[in-house]
């Protein structure tokens, strides 16, 4: 989500869960995406590539969930997205010089269908490696990751700006039924999260007739095949993340307003919970906020709030004081209000490489220390739920999926897991999510790992 100023061998079931997944790779219609595919081609296509298989006999709730943002941005050339090195690279180039990651995704259990070699250069010399976000079977195994390690689901990431767009369209459509069927497949929790970035004044109207077409012609939260659609309240829930901002957003609260309406109310189309993502400092519009005092009605209007943490603090103490200062009097402001709390909680920072003159590892995750004192903060705070900032972003270094600790050499600096085994922040999250339940204790020392 969002900017940092906002945003070897598997074992046998997850080897069976890969062989599902390629299956389905291989059974969906061949596509071939150009700038002249429509926008009812592409809906079709992506329409007939679900297959509604499920894991779940009900749909999971967001109360007790530890669920992560799933981005879901990525693609290579040669991928079918027809987008190049998209959040890979610099302005279409992906070269030690020209990158916008800060860290390295651990490719090292991908088969070699999954893996597109860059122009980046491991210590051997070998050429470095990614993934991308279209590979069905790439987005099964990290649902078989969350499984294993014991983490709800995530929040499918849908760039407003981006959808209106033939090949943004059929990229996150892809994304969606990639997350849709894993999620069923594996039991694991998802939904759609609107980004609005980007967005000019009036253009909120782009998430209303993208929404149409995934209510009319996918069935997103409608099928009942799909239980692995994560629900509030007894509905179907979605996110729309960015409201609120003090950057100089263009749409309107009011705008807002009617968004919200739509997806709860509507006849048609709504009848769905609405999630807000928010600034950190909504609560007296200061800070990253704007001072307006609509906000607060857009705020009662939605089913849950979740301020957008990212960045704001940087250390162990800093965290204690946002959780004094931020987490407990939200919870009960939202308490008072009848609105349920979703705070977000992320594993340290980093951009250098998108933006030079901030430094690498702005924000150390301390071995996992950081993203644990968080966990307990907000546990002790009251918190019922928390929001992992993110699942895949290793573009400000937020990912807590696998990544290496023998990144690339060159021009470009990235940073590493501090020598922990890759899937050490995939465990964590886990352990959150145990913390959270009461399954274990709260304690500043982190759970030991057997």
């Not at 906000?295 to 946002?322: C, K, M, N």
């Not at 030079?356 to 918190?383: D, H, T, V, Y």
């Not at 600790?405 to 990235?414: D, L, M, R």
Request: glycine share 10%.
């Amino acid at each position: 989500m969002g900017t940092y100023m906002i945003r070897l061998v598997a074992s046998s079931m997850f080897a069976a869960a890969l062989v599902a997944a390629s299956a389905v790779a291989q059974t969906t219609p061949a596509f071939k995406m150009s700038g002249a595919a429509t926008r009812e081609e592409i809906l079709d296509h992506t329409l007939s590539a679900y297959r509604g298989r499920s894991a779940r006999r009900e749909n999971p709730q967001l109360l007790g969930s530890v669920t992560c943002g799933y981005q879901g941005w990525f693609t290579c050339p040669g991928d079918g997205s027809d987008r190049g090195w998209h959040h890979w690279g610099k302005g279409g180039d992906f070269r030690p010089g020209a990158c916008t990651i800060d860290l390295w995704p651990d490719v090292s259990e991908l088969s070699e269908a999954e893996r597109y070699p860059t122009a980046f250069h491991n210590a051997d010399g070998s050429p470095a490696e990614v993934y991308s976000s279209l590979n069905a079977t790439t987005i099964d195994r990290h649902f078989a990751w969350m499984k294993e390690h014991g983490i709800d689901g995530v929040f499918c990431q849908r760039f407003a700006g981006e959808v209106r767009g033939a090949h943004g369209l059929y990229h996150f459509n892809t994304v969606l039924n990639n997350c849709r069927a894993s999620a069923n497949r594996h039991g694991r929790a998802w939904a759609v999260m609107y980004d609005l970035s980007g967005l000019g004044e009036g253009e909120t109207s782009v998430v209303i007739e993208d929404w149409k077409a995934l209510i009319g012609r996918m069935r997103v939260g409608r099928d009942t095949k799909d239980k692995a659609y994560l629900h509030h309240i007894g509905k179907p829930l979605v996110a729309v993340w960015g409201i609120g901002f003090n950057d100089g957003r263009r749409y309107t609260l009011d705008e807002c307003v009617k968004l919200i309406d739509f997806l709860q109310n509507d006849p048609e189309y709504g009848g769905f919970a609405v999630m807000i993502g928010v600034p950190s400092y909504w609560r007296e519009m200061e800070r990253d906020c704007v001072n307006d005092p609509r906000l607060h009605d857009v705020i009662q209007q939605a089913d849950i709030v979740s301020p957008w943490a990212v960045g704001r603090f940087g250390d162990l103490e800093g965290a204690e004081t946002y959780a004094n200062e931020v987490t407990r009097p939200d919870l009960e402001w939202c308490d008072d209000n009848g609105i349920d709390y979703l705070p977000v909680v992320f594993p340290g920072f980093s951009w250098h490489n998108m933006n030079p003159k901030s430094p690498s590892n702005q924000i150390p995750r301390r071995g996992g220390k950081f993203l644990w004192k968080q966990f307990n903060e907000a546990a002790n705070a009251g918190a019922k739920m928390t929001y992992v900032a993110m699942f895949d972003e290793v573009d400000e270094a937020t990912a807590i999926f696998k990544c290496t600790n023998a990144p690339p050499v060159g021009e470009s600096t990235f940073i590493d897991y501090e020598g922990l085994p890759s899937d050490h922040y995939l465990w964590l999250v886990g352990q959150g999510r145990r913390l959270l339940r009461g399954e274990i204790p709260s304690g500043d020392a982190l759970p030991p790992r057997r």
